[in-house]
């Protein structure tokens, strides 16, 4: 079956970093489009940023543009997030999502705090 499992939240400082992995298994994972998804404490989800199968084009929210880099390995079925800079206004459970099936990761947390 399919199945997303996130790991490597935490708890960080601001202006720390984090790396998030997503394992992907049940599907092809190079065909599809990933996408990570957040939801703040007490908000509703939010879209992070988003890659292609063919790990070409990323796409990003305008609020993590230039600290966050998303990338894929496709060998590997593993999707990642590079959270650099954070603030605390980041802290939030991160989602690996596959839009196309769709499918949903257990979540990982990520606190930004001092």
């Known amino acids: 079956q399919v199945q997303l499992v996130e790991s490597g939240g935490g708890l960080v400082q601001p202006g720390g970093s984090l790396r998030l992995s997503c394992a992907a298994s049940?599907?092809?994972?190079?065909?599809?489009?990933m996408t990570w998804v957040r939801q703040a404490p007490g908000k509703g989800l939010e879209w992070v940023s988003s890659i292609e199968g063919d790990d070409i084009h990323e796409y990003y929210r305008d609020s993590v543009k230039g600290r966050f880099t998303i990338s894929r390995d496709n060998a590997k079925n593993t999707l990642y997030l590079q959270m650099g800079r954070l603030k605390s206004e980041d802290t939030a459970v991160y989602y690996c999502v596959n839009l196309g099936l769709p499918s949903w990761g257990q979540g990982t947390q990520v606190t930004v705090s001092s």
């Open positions: 049940g599907f092809t994972f190079s065909n599809y489009y």
